[in-house]
C-alpha cells in the first residue's frame, strides 16, 4: 500500500494541509505579525528564498493528516497506512515548495522534559471530555482517538516505520532527493521536535552563510530561531485561518481533502532588525548588543506564559503585556548599562528590577479586568498600552476622551489591590502572602523562568524540573528574592522518561488501549498503585479568561517515584515488540 501510494505524492505539490493550532507563547504569533507586519512574506512562486536545509517540525503534520480536527470527535478512523502517505504527501509538497539544496530533518516529537509533561497530560485529559464515553477503555475505539498522537504508542512507532521506507524509497526513484542528507528522527529519540531540530543546528558546524528554514505550528519555532542566533533564518508556516477547513464526503483519502491553506515565509533576520531598533533608545546605543538583546527579548515573552509555566496575573498579550515590555525594556536598559542574561543565564538583580517596575500596572489591569463584561479587551488593550507609554515610553501619546470614558477608573486602591492578592493566593494556591509556601511559589517560578531560556537558547537543562503549581505568583512579589538565596540557580541533567513511563504520566484512562496490556492494567485496575493518578473529574478554572481552552486544569501532579517503581515492574511482563516501543534510537 505504501509503495503505490508513494507513486501519487510524485510531484505532489502547491497544495498544503494546515497543521494543528500552535503552542507556545499565547497569542505571539499575532502580536509580532501586527507590530512587525514586513517579516512575513508569502511562499509562492514570486517569492522563492535560497535555502540550503530544511526543518520539519511533524506533529502538527500528523494531526492535521489523521483527520480528527476536521471530522470531529467519533468519526470513523482512517486506516494508519492512509494517515501515513497523507503525512508523507505533505512532506513531499513542503520539500518541493522550499526546494533545499542540502540537507532536510524530519522530526516528530519524542519524549519531553517533565516540565513539558504536565500540559501534556492536562490538554490529553481535556481532550478525552470532547470524545464520546467508552464502557470498554482497553478496547480500540472505531474513531481516531488523538492522544495516540504521543510517544510510546503502537500507531507513533508504526508511523516512524513508514516513514522511514518512504524517504528511503523518495531517495532511490526521485533524482532531486537523492541529491539531499535527510535524517528522520522518530518518537524513538527523546525531545520535542522543534528542539530536535534547534539540538541538531546547535551540535553541527555550518558554514556562516548557511541559510536555514524549520516548518512547524508551534509559535515557539520564532522564539527558537531567534535563540538561535543563527544570522540567516527562516520560519515557514501556514498563515493562520481557522475557517479554512472543509468537511469533505467520500472515501477515507477524500475525507482528508483541505482547502488550499496559504503558506507565509518569516524572516527572522528582518526580525532581528525590527528588534534592534524597538529595543534600543539612542541613550542605549553605546552599549547595545543585538545578540544580547535578542536574549532579553526571549526571556520577557516567557512572563507571558508558555509550554513550562502559567502566565503571571495581569500579564497577557491580549492584555497589550508585550507592547508594555518592550516600552519598559527600552526605557531601562541604558540605566542598567547591561542586559537581563548573559549566556543563557538571567542577570538576578536585573530581571527583579524590570519585573518591579512591570508591577506598576497590575492595579491598573486589575481594575479593568473586574469591568470586562462591560469593556472590550481591545479597550483594555489600548488603555495599558497608552499607560505603559506615558509612565516609561520616549514620547507619550495624549489620552483620547473615548480611552477615559471606556476603562474608567485607574484601578483599585494599595489595600483593595492587597486584599485581591491576597484572595488569590488563599482561593488558588492555599497560601498567605509572604509565607513559606508563598515563597517556595515566587521561587519555582523564577527557578522556571531561568529552565525555560536555558531550553530555548542551550537545550534541556533538565529532564526532571517541573514548575510543581498550577498559578503562578503576581509579578510585585517577585522581589527582595536575594534574601531567598536563589540567585545561584543550578539544574540536574537526569534522564528523560521512557516512552511508556511518559503514556502512564500523560494519557486518561479512556485511551487506555493505546498502552501495552501490563501497563493498561495499571491505568484501569483500581488496585493499581496508580490509581489516583486518573481521576474520572477533575476541576477547570477559568481563571479569568474568556475562552474555555485557556482555562487551568486542575489535575494533581504525577508523582515520580510511584511512576517510575510502578512501571518498571509491569516492563518485566512486555513483549519484545513492546521493549522495543520503550526504547531510545538515534535519528535514522
Same mark, same amino acid.
Given at each position: 500500500k505504501l509503495k503505490r501510494g508513494l507513486k501519487s505524492a510524485e510531484g505532489f505539490g502547491g497544495e498544503h494541509r494546515s497543521?494543528?493550532?500552535?503552542?507556545?507563547? %499565547?497569542r505571539f504569533y499575532r502580536w509580532l505579525a501586527k507590530r512587525y507586519p514586513a517579516f512575513r512574506a508569502p511562499a509562492d512562486a514570486?517569492?522563492?528564498?535560497?535555502?540550503?536545509?530544511? =526543518?520539519? *517540525?511533524?506533529?502538527?503534520?500528523?494531526?492535521?493528516?489523521? $483527520?480528527?480536527? &476536521?471530522? $470531529?470527535?467519533?468519526a470513523e478512523a482512517l486506516p494508519d497506512d492512509v494517515i501515513a502517505l497523507a503525512c508523507f504527501r505533505q512532506i513531499c509538497a513542503i520539500v518541493e515548495l522550499v526546494a533545499p539544496h542540502s540537507l532536510v530533518f524530519l522530526g516528530l516529537d519524542g519524549v519531553a522534559p517533565r516540565a513539558k509533561l504536565n500540559q501534556q497530560r492536562a490538554r490529553r !485529559?481535556?481532550?478525552?471530555?470532547? @470524545?464520546?464515553?467508552?464502557? /470498554?477503555?482497553?478496547? %480500540?475505539?472505531?474513531w481516531f482517538d488523538s492522544n495516540c498522537i504521543t510517544p510510546g504508542t503502537e500507531f507513533m512507532g508504526g508511523l516512524g516505520d513508514a516513514l522511514a521506507f518512504l524517504v528511503q524509497q523518495k531517495m532511490n526513484e526521485d533524482s532531486r532527493w537523492a541529491t539531499l542528507e535527510v535524517l528522520l528522527s522518530t518518537t524513538a529519540v527523546p525531545g520535542e521536535g522543534e528542539h530536535k531540530i534547534m539540538e541538531y543546528i546547535r551540535r553541527r558546524t555550518h558554514p556562516p552563510d548557511t541559510v536555514h528554514c524549520a516548518y512547524g505550528a508551534d509559535a515557539d519555532l520564532i522564539l527558537l530561531g531567534l535563540a538561535s542566533h543563527e544570522p540567516h533564518f527562516l520560519v +515557514?508556516?501556514?498563515?493562520?485561518? =481557522?475557517?479554512?477547513?472543509?468537511?469533505?464526503?467520500?472515501? %477515507?483519502?477524500?475525507? +482528508?481533502? /483541505?482547502?488550499?491553506?496559504?503558506?507565509? !515565509?518569516?524572516?527572522?533576520?528582518l526580525l532581528r532588525e525590527y528588534l534592534r531598533c524597538d529595543l534600543c533608545s539612542p541613550a542605549a546605543a553605546p552599549i547595545f548588543d543585538i545578540e544580547r538583546a535578542i536574549d532579553d527579548f526571549v526571556l520577557c515573552t516567557f512572563l507571558c506564559g508558555n509550554d513550562f509555566l502559567p502566565h503571571i496575573p495581569c500579564v497577557d498579550i491580549a492584555d497589550g503585556a508585550m507592547d508594555a515590555i518592550v516600552t519598559l525594556y527600552r526605557k531601562l536598559l541604558p540605566e542598567w548599562g547591561g542586559f537581563l542574561t548573559d549566556n543563557g543565564e538571567i542577570v538576578m538583580h536585573r530581571f527583579e528590577h524590570f519585573m518591579t517596575e512591570l508591577a506598576a500596572l497590575e492595579p491598573l489591569i486589575t481594575?479593568? @479586568? @473586574?469591568?470586562?463584561? /462591560?469593556?472590550?479587551?481591545?479597550v483594555i488593550m489600548k488603555k495599558v498600552v497608552r499607560t505603559a507609554n506615558q509612565m516609561w515610553g520616549d514620547a507619550a501619546a495624549p489620552e483620547s476622551p473615548e480611552d477615559e470614558t471606556s476603562a474608567a477608573g485607574e484601578g483599585p486602591d494599595a489595600d483593595t489591590m492587597a486584599g485581591s492578592k491576597r484572595a488569590y493566593y488563599e482561593k488558588k494556591l492555599q497560601c498567605q502572602p509572604g509565607g513559606a509556601q508563598h515563597r517556595k511559589l515566587c521561587r519555582e517560578f523564577l527557578r522556571g523562568m531561568a529552565w525555560t531560556l536555558k531550553y530555548y537558547v542551550e537545550g534541556c537543562p533538565s529532564w526532571g524540573w517541573y514548575y510543581p503549581f498550577h498559578y503562578a505568583p503576581f509579578l510585585s512579589d517577585m522581589r527582595e528574592l536575594s534574601q531567598h538565596c536563589i540567585y545561584e540557580i543550578g539544574f540536574e541533567l537526569g534522564q528523560p522518561y521512557s516512552p511508556l513511563q511518559q503514556l502512564l504520566a500523560v494519557l486518561p484512562p479512556g485511551s487506555a488501549w493505546a498502552l501495552p496490556p501490563p501497563f493498561r492494567h495499571l491505568m484501569l485496575d483500581p488496585?493499581?498503585?496508580?490509581?489516583? !493518578? =486518573?481521576?474520572?473529574?477533575?476541576? &477547570? *478554572?477559568?481563571?479569568? @479568561?474568556?475562552?474555555?481552552?485557556?482555562?487551568?486544569?486542575?489535575l494533581d501532579f504525577v508523582d515520580e517515584a510511584r511512576l517510575v517503581a510502578a512501571a518498571s515492574a509491569a516492563a518485566t511482563e512486555l513483549t519484545a515488540l513492546e521493549t522495543a516501543r520503550n526504547e531510545f534510537s538515534l535519528p535514522l
Open positions: 497543521a494543528c493550532a500552535s503552542m507556545g507563547v %499565547p514570486g517569492h522563492q528564498p535560497h535555502v540550503d536545509n530544511l =526543518y520539519l *517540525d511533524l506533529n502538527g503534520i500528523v494531526h492535521g493528516c489523521s $483527520g480528527h480536527e &476536521q471530522r $470531529g470527535a467519533g !485529559f481535556v481532550s478525552a471530555l470532547e @470524545k464520546p464515553a467508552r464502557e /470498554r477503555p482497553e478496547e %480500540p475505539p472505531g +515557514l508556516r501556514e498563515v493562520p485561518d =481557522y475557517s479554512s477547513m472543509r468537511a469533505v464526503v467520500g472515501g %477515507p483519502e477524500a475525507r +482528508l481533502e /483541505r482547502s488550499c491553506a496559504p503558506m507565509e !515565509f518569516m524572516s527572522i533576520a481594575g479593568l @479586568k @473586574k469591568q470586562q463584561r /462591560r469593556i472590550a479587551s481591545s488496585g493499581s498503585p496508580i490509581s489516583d !493518578f =486518573y481521576p474520572a473529574e477533575f476541576a &477547570q *478554572d477559568s481563571n479569568g @479568561k474568556r475562552n474555555d481552552w485557556e482555562a487551568t486544569i486542575l
